[in-house]
């Protein structure tokens, strides 16, 4: 691991939180965001059958949330490296409340897609991709992996925690009345989010390279080989994750298994991802980075083959669930690890929103496509045979990445 100056993170500015008490915040602000954004596909065939369509134009509006959720990344984490989290955080779940407010009321297609396009934009300043960079800036360089990890497994709590709420809030009180409690504990992160402002310094002793501006960053990024094959293999761990997460319950509600199993297995994937990202997380002690991703990316796609073959029950579903959760957010601590790798942490939360965009185009084609093709063939079938192929196809591309920071980085002779 390089430890050399070039890598130390950049001194949080006067007045910054305590590192410890940070973690905690941002871990809270990301295990509600993401433990939310991820169960969404519980409230599929409540809302569908309430509006009378199909699965399609529900899956559009997820779709269309993922894919403006990772659009907007960028520009929140280029915000939240120039300004700080504070404000950036405390918008984007103004705009989270407002989409959770228009599903309540949504009467057609078009009020769903409104949803999406205000939860798309919360999400981005909210979610693991933003407040990551926080994060890789305070840790010491020997323990940025588990720092980084730390957040991916607070998301993991999130999904964890989230699924058997929601689903109890759906039983409890109607789909649209528990949006109501959505609504008021997602505005709690306001209060979160108010004592975060960890920027960069921008004075005193410094890195070398964290003088570099947004446009030197971009033009180094897009310039590097190497990045863009992250950036084009985080498309399928979108891909992935967005087909489960969606429609994994209406999957196994189709296979005529038990309602809880849907809700139950997509659970199990959150209890085993907080293992599964930690484990990652320890991994670039002894493995390098690509090949743990590279590994991840396969395992993916044997899991996915038991899925199609493993003939259909629900301890079969749940195994193969609790197997796919190993593998499910332990991309982001590699992925982000990687790009700190080669460029330092400076413009961190910006250039993994670039990656994560790749990411959130992947979850746009992954959740809608399946819903155009469940409509059209009454089958996930053809989802699952496509998404082994791309986790076999994203394994290959990692593996040639060269795992080393830029000149600009390289230390002093």
């Given at each position: 691991m ?7 993170p950049a ?5 910054a ?28 065939l ?6 009378g ?20 990344s ?8 120039k ?12 705009c ?40 890789g ?29 929601m ?18 504990i ?15 310094a ?6 070398p ?18 990045f ?6 985080f ?29 139950y ?59 796919l ?48 093709l ?5 089958s ?19 593996w ?5 920071p ?8």
């Amino acid at each position: 691991m390089n430890t050399s100056p070039a890598s130390a993170p950049a001194p949080a500015s006067p007045g910054a939180l305590p590192y410890p008490l940070l973690i905690l915040l941002v871990g809270l602000i990301v295990g509600i965001t993401m433990g939310r954004s991820q169960s969404m596909g519980l409230y599929q065939l409540p809302v569908i059958g309430a509006l009378g369509v199909g699965r399609e134009p529900f899956s559009l509006m997820m779709a269309i949330n993922l894919l403006l959720m990772g659009a907007g990344s960028p520009v929140s984490g280029a915000l939240i490296d120039k300004y700080g989290a504070r404000w950036v955080v405390a918008f984007c779940v103004a705009c989270t409340v407002a989409g959770l407010w228009v599903l309540y009321a949504a009467t057609s297609g078009t009020m769903l897609i409104v949803a999406g396009v205000l939860m798309g934009f919360g999400v981005s300043g909210t979610g693991v991709t933003s407040l990551i960079g926080v994060v890789g800036r305070l840790a010491p360089p020997e323990k940025r992996m588990t720092a980084i990890a730390s957040t991916g497994m607070a998301a993991g709590i999130g999904g964890f925690a989230a699924l058997p709420v929601m689903h109890q809030l759906i039983e409890s009180f109607g789909w649209q009345d528990s949006l109501v409690w959505l609504m008021a504990i997602t505005s709690l992160l306001i209060v979160f989010a108010w004592p975060l402002d960890a920027r960069p310094a921008t004075g005193g002793a410094a890195a070398p390279g964290s003088n570099q501006t947004m446009k030197e960053a971009l033009s180094e990024a897009f310039g590097h080989p190497s990045f863009l094959l992250l950036t084009a293999g985080f498309f399928v761990c979108g891909f992935h994750v967005a087909f489960i997460t969606v429609h994994l319950p209406a999957y196994t509600r189709d296979l005529l298994l038990p309602d809880w199993v849907g809700p139950y297995a997509l659970m199990l994937v959150g209890i085993a991802n907080i293992i599964g990202t930690f484990m990652a997380g320890q991994s670039g002690k002894w493995m390098e980075k690509r090949r743990g991703l590279s590994l991840i990316y396969f395992g993916r796609s044997l899991v996915f083959v038991g899925f199609l073959l493993v003939p259909p029950s629900a301890t079969a579903i749940i195994l193969l669930s609790g197997t796919l959760g190993l593998l499910w957010l332990s991309t982001v601590p590699l992925t982000s690890g990687l790009v700190a790798t080669f460029f330092g942490t400076r413009w961190m939360s910006m250039l993994f929103g670039i990656v994560f965009f790749s990411h959130q185009v992947g979850s746009f084609l992954g959740v809608w496509l399946a819903g155009r093709l469940y409509d059209a063939t009454g089958s996930y079938e053809t989802m699952w045979w496509i998404s082994i192929a791309l986790g076999i196809a994203s394994g290959l591309v990692h593996w040639p990445i060269q795992e080393k920071p830029v000149a600009r980085l390289a230390p002093a002779t």
